[in-house]
């Protein structure tokens, strides 16, 4: 991991404001790969209660989010049925998630995640910031600078439950 | 509580560039609010586990967090050792947060928010985009900007917490 970021600015290579907004998507990464570290399969796959999702889970779900925003800000499109099935049940979380996201390895999972963040940062850094501002004809009420924030946003919540639960994991042992 | 707004964009009152940081600070406020709407005492000082945060103390480490970075951005100094051991135990959380950070009801604990948010945002609403990317002379690595970023991250970050522990204390009805 390169280091850690303690300032959100221009960034090169990015509009201004784009920029910035990859900054905060960035520190946020960097913060959930430490905060799954080292974990082996059976750690990512640990259910911590009966309505719980894992580790691996959370992992899986950030991706198809991003994935999800994708459409939506640089297609200017909804996903596709498709695309949405493809995607469940790493999307919804619950019950189903419980039952299949389970079995992987920790680079399955970052794999995945590095996959689609390299073409959201690809995608970005074709955009300006007047695009940033633009409505999402898919969700008009919705502006692309807050959908890409809501990844970020949807990551660090995830990353809050992540700490916790390897928390609990270390006091298995 | 406003509507949530869905657009990140500049803001009335605000240069253009924190306009958009304050709209990330108030979409992540709203979604606490929304996370301990109607909780009682005994479920804001509920304890899940024997390492747990309670929610009430998790929202009093909301609003001490805030303190430290506006002296950190806006007085441009650290926290005094004075300053720092009257937010303990809400800043570090654990054992000493466990014992004393209870029987407050939530008007409490949402009227410290408010109030540390209010000189937040009219501290924001003087200053111009060139503060916010200036290092703090406090903590050289970090700017102003991503301070504030951080406010909004470690409140989301305990929000998903916040969610997690709600969503068990209505299995305990």
Redesign the interface.
Known sequence: MPPR?????PLPGYAP?IG?LV??LT??RHTTLAAVEGLSMAELDHLH?D?SNSIGALLAHLAVVERGYQCMTFEDRAPTVVERASWEPALTLGPEGRRVLRGKPLEHYLHELGEVRRLTLEALATRDDAWL?Q?LSA?P???A??AW??VA?DE??????M??LR??LA?RA
């Open positions: 970021s303690l300032r959100i600015e404001t910035r900054g905060m520190y946020a209660d309505t501002e409505s969700a009420a919705m502006n600078h807050w924030f809501h946003e660090i919540n995830h990353r809050g439950q700490r916790w928390a609990r006091r």
